[in-house]
């Protein structure tokens, strides 16, 4: 195993792990990437993490995929980028790239010559476009807390969008959340590419769980399974599927008090948080829009205008 720049000329040899670093103009040590090539061929997949430089628990499981794949059974091969966003990371900084100030997971699929967010984004989808699968892992940030969930567009070619679909059903995650994508992000962007691509939310509040590690892995491992990545049988699973999917933002900035918690049954009309000044009196009491399951709240008690505050989500 060895460690050098990433080699777009492909010499690999089947069998083997290699581990470099792909480069990105104007970010020195560029994104830390491991390719695992099978020692038989087979279908290609790509695991992102740290998109979101916060999101712990999606780092730490690709990280610990990566090092869990055997060559000598692979039939493909897989390449792990586990830390897109080294900046925000180090930074220690919540959505976005602290150079430019973007969400890298709006700026997809990025452009050669823009910001750094974008050329982020574009070295990742050079990458992507040598697959057919894509699989982006998430996690609860410092103060978003969250339901597990995977999410793939119904968008794109039937074939891509079945595929999609069928990646997330293998994730193990019950809940599936069926959306058309915000733009600019990642799983967007490869479906428009072609790509069958899905993200996982394992994990919250910017914490390090071992369980949100464990899904994530198992998650990552079962889909190679599916794929056929994996010489095994795949573990099927009950899950539901959600296509109304409504994120609340605030209209001020506030203190915030939730008033819901993740996974919680709620209807139309109930209390989903309240807004007050920073005397305590009441602004706003800002309820549930519609009958589903909280899918995520914010937990910080400072909220901006326009931040998310909660998102529910109903079949
Ligand atoms: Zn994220």
């Not at 970010?27 to 997949?45: F, Q």
């Not at 930074?91 to 973007?102: F, H, I, M, N, S």
């Not at 050329?119 to 978003?144: C, F, I, N, P, Q």
């Not at 119904?154 to 293998?170: F, I, K, L, N, S």
């Amino acid at each position: 195993m060895s460690e050098t720049l990433w080699d777009p000329a492909d010499t690999q040899p089947p069998g083997t792990r290699v581990r470099g670093r792909l480069p990105v103009p104007g970010l020195p040590g560029g994104i830390p990437a491991t390719r695992v090539r099978g020692a038989e061929p087979g279908p290609a997949l790509l695991v992102t993490a740290g998109v979101h430089g916060g999101e712990y628990c999606g780092i730490e499981a690709a990280i610990q995929f990566a090092n869990a794949l055997d060559p000598a059974t692979l039939r493909g091969e897989v390449t792990i980028l586990a830390l897109v966003n080294r900046p925000a990371f180090y930074a220690k900084r919540q959505y976005v790239v602290p150079e430019d100030g973007l969400n890298l997971n709006r700026v997809f699929p990025g452009r050669a010559d823009g910001s750094l967010a974008e050329r982020l984004a574009y070295a990742v989808m050079a990458v992507a476009k040598t697959t057919a699968h894509w699989v982006d892992l998430h996690s609860g940030d410092l103060h978003e807390a969250l339901w597990p969930f995977v999410i793939y567009s119904p968008d794109g070619p039937a074939p891509v969008a079945q595929t999609a679909r069928r990646m997330a059903e293998a994730y193990g995650i019950p809940v599936l959340v069926e959306s058309p994508a915000l733009a600019g992000g990642t799983y967007q962007a490869g479906t428009q590419a072609g790509i069958a691509a899905i993200l996982a939310e394992s994990g919250q509040m910017g914490q390090l769980e071992p369980a949100g590690v464990a899904r994530h892995v198992a998650g990552l491992q079962n889909v190679c399974r599916m794929l056929g990545l994996i010489p095994e049988p795949a573990q099927a699973f009950e899950t539901t599927t959600y296509t109304q999917n409504l994120w609340v933002r605030s209209p001020r900035d506030a203190l915030q008090h939730p008033q819901v918690r993740v996974g919680q049954a709620v209807q139309a009309g109930a209390p989903g948080t309240i807004l007050t000044d920073e005397f305590g009196e009441v602004l706003d009491r800002i309820a549930v829009p519609h009958d589903g399951r909280v899918l995520f709240h914010a937990t910080s008690l400072a909220i901006n205008e326009g931040d998310p505050l909660f998102a529910v989500v109903a079949p």
